[in-house]
């Protein structure tokens, strides 16, 4: 099960942008201010200091808070968002399935682990996720597309054993997605991991899901 350090999936795609080291260094300082402190408390003093740059050099490159933001933002849509989405999809290829709970199980229980691992920088996206209705259909729809090819014949399979519904790759997906955000958000919003338990979690929500989605 491999888990995808997003960290430095955006690294990589701010350096294939055409940035300076000082950019780099604002955006990557800013990432961090904005898991700790929020977008509304950093001040742009406080990703200066952060960077090791001058406030003004901020100001030059950037000339808004918000246009950090964006060149981070776009960068994670467009090209971390696709490689998690592909990576997992091909992950999912790899394993059988022999019950909908097993599968329930292991995709949860995978994407779970991947938030935990990522938890300093998925709270910066998520905040802004939940604020920008355009963003999460965005993302959404790239996660939907690079998954489907690779869900989809495990769900035909199922349905096939009479372990599925019959029910669409794009409704399976939504369920579960809504059900994984309305789990993790809290955890993620509070930095609460302390208090999260995965496994019991995880039971939890293949039972709900199980609910509605086994005949």
Request: charged share 25%; glycine share 2%; proline share 2%.
């Amino acid at each position: 099960m491999q888990l995808t350090d997003i960290n430095t999936l955006l690294s990589k795609s701010l350096d294939e942008e055409s940035l300076t080291d000082k950019q780099k260094s604002v955006l990557q300082a800013s990432i961090k201010l904005f898991a700790e402190k929020g977008y509304a408390e950093t001040k742009t003093a406080d990703i200066a200091k952060k960077a090791g740059v001058a406030e003004g050099t901020v100001y030059k490159h950037f000339k808004t808070k918000e246009n950090i933001l964006n060149a981070i933002l776009i960068p994670f849509i467009q090209g971390v968002v696709p490689k998690v989405a592909s990576e997992f999809s091909a992950e999912v290829n790899q394993v059988h399935f022999d019950s909908l709970k097993d599968f329930l199980n292991y995709i949860i229980r995978d994407r779970l682990n991947f938030a935990v691992k990522n938890q300093f920088i998925a709270k910066v996206f998520l905040q802004e996720i939940i604020q920008k209705k355009k963003l999460a259909v965005e993302l959404l729809t790239i996660v939907k597309s690079r998954l489907s090819k690779s869900i989809t014949p495990v769900l035909e399979n199922l349905k096939s054993k009479n372990e599925l519904v019959d029910i669409s790759t794009e409704k399976f997906l939504q369920y579960l997605f809504s059900i994984l955000m309305g789990y993790m958000v809290p955890f993620i919003i509070k930095n609460d991991y302390q208090n999260l338990n995965i496994n019991k979690i995880t039971e939890d929500a293949t039972n709900f899901l199980m609910n509605g989605m086994h005949p």
